[in-house]
DNA sequence: TAGGCCATCTGGTCCT
DNA sequence: AGGACCAGATGGCCTA
């Protein structure tokens, strides 16, 4: 019986990737030890079937670094893919009827080690190794493939797939490294669909916010007689985007320029105190002096400084995440998210686990224009444009209270898999 | 223990 | 022809 293994060597480094994998790493943790504890550098030597020895762990990687010259022609980007098994013809039949192709690097494969076969178990079970539809696609069904090339050139095509799967996950994180919630060893990791409803919603709200300061500084102008700028610019006189304050932001942890575009310099906690702040002084009040007061700057906020000094939430970078998130509130406004996704918040946000139990009622569905917002702690008015222009409400159902935390204003539905 | 989330394999389809 | 992308299937891990 040959145990199909695996020295991948894909483009993606694995050994970054487990070290990246945030709080899944301890899944791999097996894994990755074993990968350093071995010292096959890029390749891993995977069994599916059992645990190996130390020593046959070397001698198999040993050996597979032998195969790799003429099991994988594939030299480019580094993704060699061989097996580790006795592969001489004798062995074709071991494969078609376990086919174990690819057992992967990861935790199952190493560590269930018991259950999973891959052909039959990891994908649709097309009968046989797979190869048949590879050699079809090759256009060499006439041909005399070789079995070690269809499992190569499997193995390859799983390498290619798990690689862009790496990097799509390394997107994610690199969309939750800029998110506005709280990042730490201590805090969940937002799931995937968790991560990509907030991703939307921050995007609106800062939309919002940018056309709301656009009109502002359009009514700056309007009342000082000038002429409106075709494309508003910022008044010179607008502050700098404030610094996380130390009381506020206890454990800042910089984050490199380049992973925040520069057109995102405000910090999402500078958005998000935007939105939730008072209405700000409109530019038309006028001081006691009779003076133009000058709009209080988009990015100051009106929430009690203790209560910003004295909230302990971690965060990654730009501040501390502001939203006290009132969980039953969240759920009750995002039925989409799962509990899970509930949880991974309520920790992001140090909301206490006591909360996740907190009844629904006396949660109602919130009005954007309500002036105290009930899924705050303190006042926050209505910031959306139509109510700072005294205008009325325009029926875009876009409104900054409805955006002043990003998610709940996810009213999009997720059809979960059930 | 059930459900959620995830990684992986795999075949199909489309594009270059 | 080869690669990218997608979706289905499967099983492992974690949490409530």
């Known amino acids: 019986m040959s145990m199909a293994t695996e020295a991948d060597t894909s483009g ?12 899944s790493q301890h899944h791999y943790g097996f894994n990755q030890s074993h990968i350093q504890q071995h010292g096959v550098g890029r390749h891993h030597i995977i069994s599916s079937s059992n ?33 580790v098994d006795e592969f001489d013809e004798s062995d074709c039949e071991d494969v078609r009827s376990c086919t174990t192709l690819s057992p992967t690097p990861s935790d199952h494969t ?9 052909n039959s178990a990891g994908g649709r079970s097309s009968g046989g190794n797979g190869c048949g539809k590879l050699r079809k696609k090759s256009g060499i069904a006439s041909k005399v493939m070789d079995e ?24 994610l994180d690199g969309l939750r490294e800029v998110m506005p919630y709280a990042h730490g060893p201590s805090v969940r990791k937002l799931s995937k669909i968790a991560t990509l409803l907030l991703a939307k919603n921050y995007i609106l709200m800062l939309n919002s916010s940018l056309e709301e300061m656009k009109k502002l500084v359009s009514d700056i102008y309007h009342n000082h007689g000038q002429p409106r700028p075709a494309v508003p610019a910022p008044p010179p006189s607008l502050p700098p985007a404030p610094q996380p304050s130390p009381a506020v932001a206890p454990s800042v942890v910089p984050v490199s320029s380049s992973s925040i575009p520069a057109s995102t310099s405000t910090s999402p906690s500078d958005s998000t105190l935007r939105s939730n702040s008072p209405r700000p002084q409109s530019p038309r009040c ?7 007061t000058p709009p209080r700057p988009l990015h100051q906020s009106s929430m009690p400084h203790s209560q910003l000094a004295g909230n302990p939430i971690p965060h990654h970078h730009l501040g501390a995440p502001i939203f006290p998130l009132p969980i039953p509130a969240l759920r009750a406004a995002m039925p989409a998210l799962s509990h899970h996704d509930i949880s991974a ?18 949660i109602h569905a919130f009005s954007p224009h309500d002036r105290m917002h009930p899924f705050q702690r303190w006042p926050v008015p209505c910031a959306c444009v139509q109510c700072l222009n005294g205008t009325g409400h325009l029926s875009l159902g876009l409104h900054l209270s409805r955006l002043s935390h ?4 996810s009213s999009n539905t997720v059809q979960r898999k059930s």
């Not at 694995?14 to 990246?20: E, G, H, R």
């Not at 070690?148 to 997107?171: F, G, P, T, V, Y």
């Not at 006028?286 to 133009?292: A, V």
């Open 51 to 83: 645990f190996l020895t130390e020593s046959e762990r070397a001698f198999r990687a040993l050996d597979a670094e032998s195969r790799i010259s003429h099991a994988s022609d594939d030299s480019e980007d580094n993704d060699k893919l061989i097996s």
């Open 406 to 409: 990003p998610l709940l204003s």
């Open 110 to 118: 190493v560590n269930s080690s018991s259950s999973r076969q891959y």
């Open 286 to 292: 006028k001081s006691q002096e009779g003076n133009l």
């Open 345 to 362: 918040l309520a920790s992001a946000y140090s909301v206490p686990k006591s909360d996740l139990a907190a009844p629904l009622h006396g």
């Open 12 to 23: 993606c480094d694995s050994n970054s990737y487990y070290s990246s994998r945030g709080h």
């Open 148 to 171: 070690q090339e269809l499992q190569s050139l499997r193995l390859k095509i799983n390498s290619r797939e798990r690689k862009r799967m790496h990097d799509l996950n390394s997107a």
